[in-house]
């Protein structure tokens, strides 16, 4: 019956831990998405960086 017991109490303390864990993700989710919003807000009204309005450079192919 001991054996039993010990089993519920570390299943529990499983079931506690798994659950902070959970808790403590989902704060870090959270501040991460806070502390990129406003560059993401900042980004949306630029134009995107790949733009650069210069021509591509035009290579000839390597010869042997």
């Known amino acids: ?5 010990l089993h519920r109490i570390r299943a529990a303390e499983l079931h506690r831990r798994a659950a902070y864990e959970r808790l403590v993700r989902e704060a870090l989710r959270g501040r991460r998405a806070a502390r990129r919003a406003p560059a993401a807000r900042r980004r949306a009204g630029r134009e995107a960086p790949s733009d650069t309005g210069r021509p591509g450079r035009h290579r000839l ?3 042997a």
């Open 1 to 5: 019956m001991i054996e039993y017991e």
């Open 61 to 63: 192919a390597r010869t």
